[in-house]
């Protein structure tokens, strides 16, 4: 059975050239931080990387910081940024969080609370999940001498919405505050430009553009001042230690600058194809509900919503069970962020929007990317009616009878 996969912003295909490049840096070996031939050739292959990820992200190479991903970096920056802001005074201790941030966000904040005192306060957001920097500007201005810092993320990887980040980096520069961002779903989708966004920090993660899983980076200003998250032999600015991975980043390098120079062609393409698939779905499944910003309204793709993202409700329908049925048919799908798989609980950036629960069970997530084509796209519009249909005969979790009146 032929697949169709349409879960790209959880990992797409991994890009040929990115894959060949990491084979070669694997036969030539060498560790990056030795300091004989191979090691030199292996620091070149790095620091190579590195110039072609900054300019494909708009930044110095100085600048960029290998992780391990997209989590590693949000953990470093989020966590780094607030102690160094707090020793420096311990009166910062406020965190100025948006309330439909990734998990690797939402979650270091909530550790930080926890573990460390931080004080939380969550963004609220309008029914299509965007965040406005005005409402940012009344947080900070509680108490801007009490802010640690602010983090918002560039776009939602559950309903695709882009947020105003330049304009909330702007804010906080006003009062002197440090901005991170998770940029993970948007770079490789959308136009970005560090240096021009005004933020401190930047997450960014290879394997959602075509690179190899495992590697990602942190941005950072030069002055971003962070204490460091891991211990050892101090590299990348001594900032992140352990051992370079030399293949992946150059893997990573050779899918940034690909991304990069086929991304307005490709945003346009991969956004046709998702809005063919809106409006398709919206004209035959009336119960199916656009969540965030409708594309259909927009001139050109990635003003307010990713190219790659259409997120539907399906009334009365389990979102796992609609997954199920697809993927019985060789459609891969998701009802969310694939790092909260298997956890049976509502969406937190649906419940922020306003939804409540029994609808934000009943999401279903589909994603694009560069292998995405128009058959993929009939696949999915032949086998999603009669999915549908079954999913909504089960009906939703919430509406089965309580088995504890059996069993206690």
Request: charged share 20%; aromatic share 4%; with cysteine.
């Amino acid at each position: 059975m032929s697949r169709v996969y349409l879960d790209h912003a959880a990992t797409t295909d991994i890009l040929p050239a990115a894959l060949q490049t990491m084979v070669e840096q694997m036969r030539a070996g060498g560790n990056p931080s030795s300091l004989h031939s191979a090691g030199r050739d292996a620091r070149a292959t790095v620091e190579y990387a590195r110039e072609r990820i900054a300019r494909a992200i708009g930044c110095d190479a100085a600048e960029v910081i290998f992780t391990s991903g997209g989590t590693e970096a949000d953990n470093q920056a989020i966590k780094g940024m607030y102690f160094k802001r707090r020793a420096a005074d311990p009166a910062r201790t406020r965190l100025i969080v948006s309330s439909i941030e990734h998990h690797a966000v939402e979650e270091t904040a909530e550790w930080l609370h926890k573990e460390q005192g931080a004080q939380l306060d969550w963004i609220p957001v309008d029914n299509t999940g965007t965040v406005n920097p005005e409402t940012v500007r009344e947080l900070i201005e509680r108490n801007p001498a009490d802010v640690a810092l602010v983090t918002v993320m560039w776009a939602n990887n559950e309903v695709g919405t882009i947020q105003p980040v330049a304009q909330i980096a702007a804010i906080a520069a006003e009062y002197g505050i440090p901005v991170h961002t998770d940029a993970v779903q948007a770079f490789g989708a959308v136009p970005i430009n560090f240096r021009k966004s005004g933020v401190t920090t930047m997450a960014i993660s290879a394997h959602k553009i075509g690179g190899p899983m495992g590697v990602g980076a942190l941005i950072a200003t030069r002055s971003a001042d962070m204490t460091p998250v891991l211990h050892g032999g101090g590299q990348e600015r001594a900032v992140r230690s352990g051992t370079i991975d030399a293949p992946a980043i150059a893997g990573f390098g050779e899918a940034a600058e690909h991304v990069i120079a086929h991304l307005e062609e490709e945003s346009r393409r991969i956004a046709a194809l998702r809005n063919e698939l809106v409006a398709a779905v919206q004209a035959t499944i009336p119960q199916a509900h656009l969540s965030g910003p409708n594309p259909l309204d927009e001139e050109y793709p990635g003003q307010k919503r990713l190219p790659s993202n259409a997120h539907f409700t399906f009334e009365n329908a389990e979102g796992d069970t609609l997954l199920f049925l697809l993927d019985m048919q060789g459609i891969a799908t998701s009802t969310g962020s694939a790092c909260n798989a298997g956890v049976t609980r509502p969406s937190h950036v649906l419940i922020a929007m306003g939804m409540d629960e029994d609808t934000a069970r009943s999401a279903q997530r589909f994603t694009l990317g560069h292998s995405s084509t128009a058959e993929d796209i009939a696949t999915l519009l032949a086998a999603l009616p009669g999915a549908y249909t079954q999913a909504a005969k089960a009906g939703l979790s919430s509406q089965l009878p309580d088995a504890s009146r059996w069993y206690g």
